[in-house]
């Protein structure tokens, strides 16, 4: 979980998307987007539990999930079209 997820998906302009995250291990991780009006910043536990959202897609839209400190584990994530 140091290294994170930080990536750019390629989402269409206008359409809505719904981000799916499960974490197992210790702690917790830390879910971004920029620009932040494309989805809410979230916490997501490390308990094996799925959070989910939705994206909108107004601009290029980066996803950014940072596990905070002295969090350990991985992060497994999906984005799907509503």
């Known amino acids: ?3 994170g ?3 750019e998906p ?3 302009k206008g359409r809505t998307y719904r981000i799916s995250l499960a974490c197992a291990g210790k702690g917790a991780a830390e879910l ?3 620009p932040a ?3 809410t ?3 997501v536990p490390c ?3 799925v959070v989910q959202q ?3 897609a107004k601009a290029p839209v980066h996803v950014d999930v940072d596990g905070t400190r002295g969090s350990t584990g991985v992060i497994a994530w999906q984005i799907s079209p509503l």
Request: charged share 20%.
């Open 32 to 34: 971004t987007f920029v």
């Open 5 to 7: 997820i930080h990536s």
């Open 37 to 39: 009006n494309a989805g």
């Open 54 to 56: 939705r994206i909108t």
């Open 47 to 49: 308990d094996r539990s």
């Open 41 to 43: 910043k979230t916490t």
């Open 1 to 3: 979980m140091t290294d």
């Open 10 to 12: 390629a989402l269409t």
